[in-house]
């Protein structure tokens, strides 16, 4: 990743493709017939999976391989790793050698064992036998041996050790606070191999239903041409600001980031047109690369596809796919307005010059793309209200006149594309660049739009499946790519329609194979973090962790979060999206929820996820294992190393961002109402812009030391109005014990009481605590409504006295790790209720008062149109 030919010298485009394909999807082009049998293959592994995420699946597969789809789907992957990757740097890429082809066969056939030998293994308990133990340790290695090849040592390495960690975790060299009793090999492979524990777990089986869908929508819509439709939007519409391209770089890389699942990618599909502009106008190499990286690294937590984690959550976290991404949104869109004006902010410190010779209004501009933005909404929203009408006056045949109505759509809509030329790549280091005309090209990629309309429809409106939404968008690109050219040259009139069809047909086959191949990484790193996972469930290593950071940070929450950010930082570096979340989430999330609420943080799970997922992917732009910022270092000809913390330095508003939806869950549209949404949106984003205002060292103009301190006091105060406003009133009332009954059955439903529960550990029998969020259910009395969450409460020798919770009841859970059999009883220590007082709101008032004060102040010494120019 670090090679950049010369010092300084920025990599050819054909050097650039190598190295998106040595990342992506495989370094290796052998040509001939094993080129052809590799793109056959490629190609029926999208077949097979689209198939499978059709609605007549069942129809069309037999039940066997619906059921073993997972080992299919790994079997294709490993397959083609060991043909696609080479095994080193001075291994062959234009011949496939022997012991590649071996193990290739080897690794497919073990990962389709389970599916063969079905029969056996169901007969056996799920139990592997002493030929099971050792084909699967043969699968493991092939697996890991893969997995390096397509994803760089740091997945197999962490695995491996992981591994390591299930066999000789009671050995004496291992650290006495991580030892555990070891397990035999046969218990292992059962384990990780055999079962669907290990490398079979969730994060495969999500890969296999919904991961492979969207990343063959997104290579489809790249191979239609609409990356660079967006591109060129992008450009046209921010261009010729000050810091245009920087700007268009964003928007751009967000655009892309909505359907990629590799920052890599992004950074070199848009950095090789945005990064040479960057330059020209007057950024550094360092800071066009590092420009690109956080624009880029931000697409992985932007909405629908989050780099394919969001499904993954879907499983980790136990909420629906519309509500994860409602979740997720808010964060995401806020990150990259502050990118926007981080860009800006330099533009205007280094008073670079602009592109071309048209003269833009800054708000027209933002107010026009706002528009276009909300229209989209609206019209993804809106949809849903015709397609009601038709399905009630025609039930029966409402699927068959939705699809001509959505065919005459795309007919309309290409017509109107056909009036222009189509859209052809810029050279962004011609002498003169021209700033296409937005007013003109919008119209020749606006079909793009209905897969996206169609995808979005499904998942939000019709709230089906993602897997099935991704299939009727994906079928609908099948039918632009293969009727866009032919069909344009119709409308053109030009006398060239069997060979646009050709072209067209050739757009299919290669996006399918794209899409395959880009999965080769994706399948393999959910399958490795299947290892990682199994370990965590087989030895409890996760509670582990949760010792060692609460040991590390001595109590203290803010130290602890600290801790746990570094360790999903360095635990993500080197993997891809999908495995790094795995990895973060498996190992960090339950150290949050744990640690978070025996010091009084009671987190909503979603939450947690996200902050180790942010964190995890920040290793992305980290050095020293930055590969986002290599790769922008290869385009750009600018120092890896200083690229990379030039990029960290950008992406300090995504760093802040988990912090603060942490501690103000409002952020993440959790229990609030759509006017509180359209306040938290307002309020989130003048805070992060003020933040960013405060680390540039610029608002108006330049800052003064105080004024910095005070812009980020100011952030802080309309992020966390909380912390400022409990200062003023107690926000809890402690209830006493000889109450707790009564005052349970007198609140309200729904009322959250917080609870410190103290008692013996199950193990140690030492003394521990925790807190726990006690939601008030309906009941007649206050027995009724302990007893309907299943909690025996009695008061007695003035304690509040616990009995352990039935399991299956809601606080079977919370409360395993404590020994309710003890001398000690386990008992209530604290119980708070909240207490109705002036609402946090009212902090804003005086934060805009300031931030206004200081506009004020700093206006007054700032030259004309610095701050807007």
């Given at each position: 990743?670090?090679?950049?030919?010369?010092?300084?010298?920025?990599?050819?485009?054909?050097?650039?493709?190598?190295?998106?394909?040595?990342?992506?999807?495989?370094?290796?082009?052998?040509?001939?017939?094993?080129?052809?049998?590799?793109?056959?293959?490629?190609?029926?592994?999208?077949?097979?999976?689209?198939?499978?995420?059709?609605?007549?699946?069942?129809?069309?597969?037999?039940?066997?391989?619906?059921?073993?789809?997972?080992?299919?789907?790994?079997?294709?992957?490993?397959?083609?790793?060991?043909?696609?990757?080479?095994?080193?740097?001075?291994?062959?890429?234009?011949?496939?050698?022997?012991?590649?082809?071996?193990?290739?066969?080897?690794?497919?056939?073990?990962?389709?064992?389970?599916?063969?030998?079905?029969?056996?293994?169901?007969?056996?308990?799920?139990?592997?036998?002493?030929?099971?133990?050792?084909?699967?340790?043969?699968?493991?290695?092939?697996?890991?041996?893969?997995?390096?090849?397509?994803?760089?040592?740091?997945?197999?390495?962490?695995?491996?050790?992981?591994?390591?960690?299930?066999?000789?975790?009671?050995?004496?060299?291992?650290?006495?606070?991580?030892?555990?009793?070891?397990?035999?090999?046969?218990?292992?492979?059962?384990?990780?191999?055999?079962?669907?524990?290990?490398?079979?777990?969730?994060?495969?089986?999500?890969?296999?239903?919904?991961?492979?869908?969207?990343?063959?929508?997104?290579?489809?819509?790249?191979?239609?041409?609409?990356?660079?439709?967006?591109?060129?939007?992008?450009?046209?519409?921010?261009?010729?600001?000050?810091?245009?391209?920087?700007?268009?770089?964003?928007?751009?890389?967000?655009?892309?980031?909505?359907?990629?699942?590799?920052?890599?990618?992004?950074?070199?599909?848009?950095?090789?047109?945005?990064?040479?502009?960057?330059?020209?106008?007057?950024?550094?190499?360092?800071?066009?690369?590092?420009?690109?990286?956080?624009?880029?690294?931000?697409?992985?937590?932007?909405?629908?596809?989050?780099?394919?984690?969001?499904?993954?959550?879907?499983?980790?976290?136990?909420?629906?796919?519309?509500?994860?991404?409602?979740?997720?949104?808010?964060?995401?869109?806020?990150?990259?307005?502050?990118?926007?004006?981080?860009?800006?902010?330099?533009?205007?410190?280094?008073?670079?010059?602009?592109?071309?010779?048209?003269?833009?209004?800054?708000?027209?501009?933002?107010?026009?793309?706002?528009?276009?933005?909300?229209?989209?909404?609206?019209?993804?929203?809106?949809?849903?209200?015709?397609?009601?009408?038709?399905?009630?006056?025609?039930?029966?045949?409402?699927?068959?006149?939705?699809?001509?109505?959505?065919?005459?759509?795309?007919?309309?809509?290409?017509?109107?594309?056909?009036?222009?030329?189509?859209?052809?790549?810029?050279?962004?280091?011609?002498?003169?660049?021209?700033?296409?005309?937005?007013?003109?090209?919008?119209?020749?990629?606006?079909?793009?739009?209905?897969?996206?309309?169609?995808?979005?429809?499904?998942?939000?409106?019709?709230?089906?499946?993602?897997?099935?939404?991704?299939?009727?968008?994906?079928?609908?690109?099948?039918?632009?790519?293969?009727?866009?050219?032919?069909?344009?040259?119709?409308?053109?009139?030009?006398?060239?329609?069997?060979?646009?069809?050709?072209?067209?047909?050739?757009?299919?086959?290669?996006?399918?194979?794209?899409?395959?191949?880009?999965?080769?990484?994706?399948?393999?790193?959910?399958?490795?973090?299947?290892?990682?996972?199994?370990?965590?469930?087989?030895?409890?290593?996760?509670?582990?962790?949760?010792?060692?950071?609460?040991?590390?940070?001595?109590?203290?929450?803010?130290?602890?979060?600290?801790?746990?950010?570094?360790?999903?930082?360095?635990?993500?570096?080197?993997?891809?999206?999908?495995?790094?979340?795995?990895?973060?989430?498996?190992?960090?999330?339950?150290?949050?929820?744990?640690?978070?609420?025996?010091?009084?943080?009671?987190?909503?799970?979603?939450?947690?996820?996200?902050?180790?997922?942010?964190?995890?992917?920040?290793?992305?732009?980290?050095?020293?294992?930055?590969?986002?910022?290599?790769?922008?270092?290869?385009?750009?000809?600018?120092?890896?190393?200083?690229?990379?913390?030039?990029?960290?330095?950008?992406?300090?508003?995504?760093?802040?961002?988990?912090?603060?939806?942490?501690?103000?869950?409002?952020?993440?549209?959790?229990?609030?109402?759509?006017?509180?949404?359209?306040?938290?949106?307002?309020?989130?984003?003048?805070?992060?812009?003020?933040?960013?205002?405060?680390?540039?060292?610029?608002?108006?103009?330049?800052?003064?030391?105080?004024?910095?301190?005070?812009?980020?006091?100011?952030?802080?105060?309309?992020?966390?109005?909380?912390?400022f406003m409990n200062m003023i009133q107690e926000p809890w009332r402690e209830i006493a014990p000889a109450e707790f009954i009564t005052e349970v059955g007198r609140?309200?439903?729904?009322?959250?009481?917080?609870?410190?529960?103290?008692?013996?550990?199950?193990?140690?029998?030492?003394?521990?605590?925790?807190?726990?969020?006690?939601?008030?259910?309906?009941?007649?009395?206050?027995?009724?409504?302990?007893?309907?969450?299943?909690?025996?409460?009695?008061?007695?020798?003035?304690?509040?006295?616990?009995?352990?919770?039935?399991?299956?009841?809601?606080?079977?859970?919370?409360?395993?790790?404590?020994?309710?059999?003890?001398?000690?009883?386990?008992?209530?220590?604290?119980?708070?209720?909240?207490?109705?007082?002036?609402?946090?709101?009212?902090?804003?008032?005086?934060?805009?008062?300031?931030?206004?004060?200081?506009?004020?102040?700093?206006?007054?010494?700032?030259?004309?149109?610095?701050?807007?120019?």
């Amino acid at each position: 990743m670090t090679e950049t030919g010369e010092r300084g010298r920025p990599l050819s485009e054909s050097e650039l493709q190598e190295l998106v394909a040595a990342t992506d999807a495989g370094g290796r082009n052998p040509g001939g017939a094993v080129a052809l049998f590799m793109a056959t293959v490629a190609f029926v592994w999208s077949a097979f999976q689209v198939l499978l995420a059709s609605p007549v699946s069942n129809l069309l597969l037999p039940g066997d391989i619906i059921n073993n789809s997972r080992q299919i789907h790994l079997a294709f992957a490993i397959f083609l790793a060991f043909l696609a990757y080479p095994a080193a740097k001075s291994s062959p890429r234009h011949y496939i050698p022997i012991q590649d082809w071996i193990m290739a066969i080897a690794g497919a056939f073990i990962a389709l064992y389970g599916y063969i030998f079905y029969e056996k293994i169901v007969n056996a308990g799920g139990l592997a036998d002493n030929t099971d133990k050792w084909v699967a340790l043969v699968g493991l290695i092939l697996l890991f041996e893969a997995a390096r090849r397509a994803l760089g040592p740091a997945m197999a390495i962490i695995a491996t050790i992981f591994l390591l960690y299930v066999f000789f975790g009671s050995s004496s060299w291992v650290p006495e606070v991580i030892r555990w009793k070891g397990a035999s090999l046969q218990k292992a492979m059962s384990h990780m191999w055999i079962t669907s524990e290990g490398v079979f777990g969730i994060a495969l089986g999500v890969s296999t239903k919904f991961v492979f869908l969207f990343v063959l929508f997104g290579a489809l819509l790249e191979k239609a041409g609409a990356g660079n439709y967006f591109i060129k939007m992008a450009f046209g519409a921010l261009g010729a600001l000050r810091g245009g391209p920087a700007k268009a770089a964003v928007v751009g890389s967000a655009a892309t980031g909505l359907i990629s699942g590799s920052s890599i990618a992004n950074v070199v599909t848009t950095g090789t047109f945005t990064i040479p502009l960057m330059k020209r106008v007057g950024f550094t190499p360092e800071k066009a690369g590092a420009v690109e990286v956080a624009s880029s690294v931000n697409g992985q937590i932007m909405p629908p596809v989050m780099g394919a984690a969001a499904f993954l959550m879907v499983e980790y976290v136990g909420i629906s796919y519309v509500e994860v991404i409602k979740h997720a949104f808010l964060p995401a869109v806020i990150s990259y307005i502050a990118l926007v004006y981080i860009v800006h902010l330099e533009a205007v410190q280094n008073n670079m010059p602009t592109i071309g010779d048209k003269v833009v209004n800054l708000g027209r501009t933002i107010g026009g793309m706002a528009l276009f933005f909300a229209g989209f909404a609206l019209l993804c929203y809106g949809v849903q209200y015709p397609v009601r009408w038709i399905v009630a006056l025609v039930p029966e045949g409402a699927g068959w006149l939705l699809a001509v109505l959505t065919g005459l759509a795309y007919l309309a809509l290409l017509w109107l594309a056909a009036q222009e030329p189509d859209l052809e790549p810029d050279d962004p280091n011609a002498e003169q660049v021209e700033l296409p005309d937005v007013g003109r090209i919008y119209k020749t990629g606006l079909y793009f739009l209905l897969p996206i309309v169609v995808l979005v429809y499904f998942l939000m409106i019709e709230q089906k499946s993602p897997g099935l939404s991704a299939f009727w968008a994906t079928f609908l690109l099948f039918f632009i790519l293969l009727t866009q050219k032919p069909l344009k040259a119709i409308f053109r009139g030009e006398n060239r329609t069997a060979n646009a069809f050709r072209e067209g047909l050739g757009d299919f086959v290669q996006g399918m194979i794209d899409g395959a191949r880009n999965m080769i990484g994706i399948g393999l790193a959910t399958a490795t973090a299947g290892v990682i996972v199994g370990t965590v469930t087989l030895t409890g290593v996760g509670q582990v962790m949760a010792d060692l950071v609460e040991f590390l940070s001595g109590g203290s929450l803010i130290l602890m979060l600290l801790f746990v950010a570094l360790l999903s930082l360095v635990l993500g570096m080197g993997l891809p999206t999908t495995a790094n979340y795995i990895v973060v989430s498996s190992l960090m999330a339950g150290v949050v929820v744990e640690l978070g609420a025996n010091h009084g943080l009671i987190v909503p799970l979603i939450a947690v996820h996200l902050f180790v997922f942010y964190f995890g992917i920040m290793a992305d732009v980290t050095p020293p294992v930055g590969l986002a910022s290599f790769a922008a270092a290869a385009v750009s000809g600018g120092d890896a190393i200083r690229t990379g913390f030039t990029a960290f330095f950008y992406s300090l508003r995504t760093v802040v961002l988990p912090f603060v939806f942490i501690f103000n869950t409002d952020l993440l549209l959790i229990d609030v109402t759509w006017w509180q949404g359209v306040i938290v949106f307002v309020i989130s984003t003048i805070a992060i812009l003020v933040f960013t205002a405060g680390t540039m060292g610029w608002f108006l103009t330049r800052s003064r030391m105080w004024e910095s301190a005070a812009l980020i006091l100011i952030a802080f105060a309309l992020v966390r109005p909380g912390f400022f406003m409990n200062m003023i009133q107690e926000p809890w009332r402690e209830i006493a014990p000889a109450e707790f009954i009564t005052e349970v059955g007198r609140l309200a439903p729904g009322t959250e009481l917080r609870l410190k529960v103290a008692g013996p550990d199950f193990d140690t029998g030492e003394m521990r605590e925790s807190q726990v969020v006690l939601v008030i259910p309906e009941g007649a009395s206050g027995e009724d409504r302990l007893s309907a969450v299943g909690l025996i409460v009695l008061v007695e020798d003035g304690l509040v006295k616990l009995d352990e919770p039935f399991p299956g009841t809601p606080y079977f859970e919370t409360f395993k790790n404590y020994d309710f059999y003890a001398d000690e009883p386990v008992r209530i220590v604290v119980a708070l209720e909240p207490v109705e007082g002036l609402p946090k709101e009212l902090v804003f008032i005086p934060a805009l008062l300031l931030l206004g004060g200081l506009a004020l102040v700093q206006s007054r010494r700032a030259r004309p149109g610095e701050a807007l120019a």
